[in-house]
């Protein structure tokens, strides 16, 4: 040991100035690489603790060789990037054992795969063994039983969300607030234990984030420049009930038991799902003798050692159902479903014949059937959802289940309109609430209440009317112009007017008739064509267009409303008041809540619409 060359490993945990101390080394030299320096000055320039934490301690032994306790040199190449780029096949730590080899000295190292390399080399090696002391983490005592999330940032006083699922209360912990620096020694705090507890693992780590689950604790970490301070919010489960608490029907027990195999368990955020979740998941497990594990990212579900967890595995989950699929588990728990291919992931899962249980953000009951209804085969979806639970305030609180059937969609009247339709009934009463269906090239989602509502005026259309008034001008748009104006309305079950400038009549009507016969054949309904000026003027509410930039929303509400004041509305509740440019359009830069909401509307399949003010 009178010559002694660390790795990186040894330098991030103070491995050196630890062993002169303590074994008491008369006058050591330790020759850093510089390959690890190059490391370090990597990980701080991307704010990881690591590089930070590596350096100072490379400046302590800077102030240990001014006092005469040992002799410091820096050797060695500094790695290209090609071994920046493999680092992790080993490539940096092959240049430090390389070093240690020309300069006949012993390698000094916390990574056991780097030890047992270097004694196959015939390279002397002293393994530095971090011995991981249990301690529980600082930020564990904001918590008590009623604490559901912990809330910290710098310059703001530290904050937590108490309470149960729809009785939650915003309290502030301390009159004082935070300061950076205690702040980042949390942060350290907690990404050390990430690398010694084997119940502590480090999630997710990107530039400006951090995910980190330590056992019940879920932590995410923000700092600049992903967010404008260094943030840290913690969150945690306070119930762990069982099935029976939920105080299930008899005939929902049974579901679950015996006939349940795709189920959706929907609910807004801190509504109970993952409480409900973990439920249902050892209802599985303990009384129900089934294998049953889980996809999370992060793993935050509190479940028994019995229950895998599984998370992403080399970054994507599409391996870690392969995996699943040959594990062959009776029940999978998805936990959350948000993109695309969570989506079709899950899809694909169940029609493997893999009992499903998603979770989903949805705010109605319908929501989470329509959001996987917009992203795969509507003839698929009772076989991927046969069942889908909503969750609100901790509580089961509406029950769906969904079938196929060959009908006439609810609203409208020819037979030969009858399609396939997926109905989506109330599981206790067997109400029918929503019908699923294609109508031309779109999917509906029909609410049963707004189909069958009364007191309806003339300036107030049904939803059946307004999407077949919506098909038909999309099939007309198809023939005319493009700058052509149009404009149809539904006046009766059975007919409808179409209203273009008398140019184009003849091109609408065809020879013979023929034309508007094959659109009146493809749509169902009869149509009369008459010219624009005479079409009385509709003061109701109409849908407007929306197209996307990398950068904005636009809302496009035709040249003719150029100039003018619109109320912009989402399934009838107000959302803004805006005045169109020239070109008639109203942009929104998106990022904005604004631009969120209207995203979310547009992924939810709910109605947009304006008025002239």
């Known amino acids: 040991m009178k010559r002694i060359i660390p790795d990186t490993s040894a330098v991030i945990i103070g491995a050196i100035s630890e062993i002169v101390e303590k074994e008491d080394l008369d006058y050591p030299e330790i020759i850093v690489p510089e390959a690890v320096v190059c490391e370090l000055e990597h990980q701080a320039n991307a704010n990881r603790s690591e590089g930070h934490k590596g350096l100072k301690e490379l400046q302590k032994l800077q102030r240990m060789q001014y006092e005469g306790e040992l002799a410091i040199d820096f050797k060695g190449k500094r790695p290209t990037n090609y071994d920046i780029k493999y680092a992790k096949s080993g490539e940096i730590d092959s240049i430090i054992r390389d070093l240690a080899r020309s300069e006949m000295g012993t390698l000094l190292t916390n990574d056991k795969v780097q030890a047992e390399t270097a004694k196959a080399q015939g390279i002397p090696v002293y393994y530095f063994e971090q011995k991981y002391v249990e301690k529980e983490l600082s930020i564990e005592r904001f918590f008590d039983e009623n604490t559901m999330s912990v809330h910290l940032k710098e310059n703001v006083c530290p ?51 951090f995910v980190v689950q330590s056992r019940e604790y879920r932590i995410s970490i923000a700092y600049p420049p992903f ?26 027990l049974e579901r679950i038991r015996t006939n349940a195999e795709g189920i959706l368990i929907s609910g807004s955020p801190g509504a109970g799902k993952s409480t409900f979740v973990q439920a249902i998941a050892k209802y599985y497990s303990s009384k129900l003798n089934k294998i049953v594990k889980t996809m999370e990212s992060p793993r935050d579900l509190q479940l028994p050692d019995d229950i895998t967890q599984y998370s992403p595995l080399e970054g994507s989950m599409e391996n870690t159902a392969d995996v699943l699929l040959l594990v062959r588990p009776d029940y999978t728990i998805y936990d959350e479903l948000r993109k695309n291919t969570d ?28 959001r996987i209804a917009s992203r795969v085969e509507l003839g698929v979806i009772p076989s991927i959802v046969d069942t889908s639970i909503y969750i609100e305030n901790g509580k089961v609180t509406h029950v769906y289940e969904t079938k196929m059937t060959v009908k006439v969609p609810t609203g409208m009247k020819e037979a030969d309109l009858a399609r396939p339709v997926i109905e989506v009934r109330d599981f206790e009463t067997g109400d029918l609430k929503n019908e699923i269906y294609t109508y031309g090239e779109q999917t509906i989602v029909m609410d049963m209440d707004l189909v069958n509502g009364t007191g309806q005026d003339e300036t ?90 990398r950068k904005q929303l636009i809302l496009e509400l035709g040249k003719d409303n150029g100039r003018e004041n619109f109320d912009i509305y989402i399934n009838g509740e107000y959302l803004l008041t805006a005045t169109t440019s020239k070109k008639g359009e109203i942009k929104i830069k998106k990022g904005i809540e604004l631009s969120d909401f209207i995203i979310e509307a547009i992924e939810m399949g709910l109605e947009i619409t304006a008025i002239k003010k």
């Open 227 to 252: 967010s404008e301070g260094l943030e840290i919010t913690v969150v945690r489960p306070v119930a762990n009930i069982s099935l029976d608490e939920y105080h299930l029907s008899d005939k929902l």
């Open 159 to 209: 904050m937590a969300k108490k309470g149960t699922p729809g009785h939650i209360d915003f309290v502030k912990l301390d009159e004082k607030p935070y300061t950076y620096s205690q702040l980042h020694e949390i942060v350290d705090e907690i990404l050390d234990k990430a690398k010694s507890d084997s119940k502590t693992y480090l999630e997710s780590s990107k530039e400006g984030s």
């Open 460 to 549: 107030h259309k049904s939803a059946v009317d307004k999407i077949a008034e919506k098909e038909i001008l999309r099939k007309i748009k198809k023939i005319l112009p493009k700058k052509a104006k149009v404009d149809v309305e539904v006046i009766s079950p059975n007919r409808a007017n179409i209203y273009i400038p008398e140019e184009f009549i003849p091109k609408i009507i065809g020879k013979n008739g023929k034309r508007i016969a094959e659109i009146e054949e493809s749509i169902g309904i009869s149509l009369g064509v008459e010219i624009i000026e005479e079409k009385p003027v509709n003061k109701a509410p109409f849908e407007i267009d929306i197209t996307h930039t």
């Open 343 to 370: 989506f079709s992931i899950f899809a694909d899962m169940r029609l493997a014949g893999v009992g499903m249980i998603g979770v989903v953000h949805a705010t109605r009951p319908i929501d989470a059937i329509q």
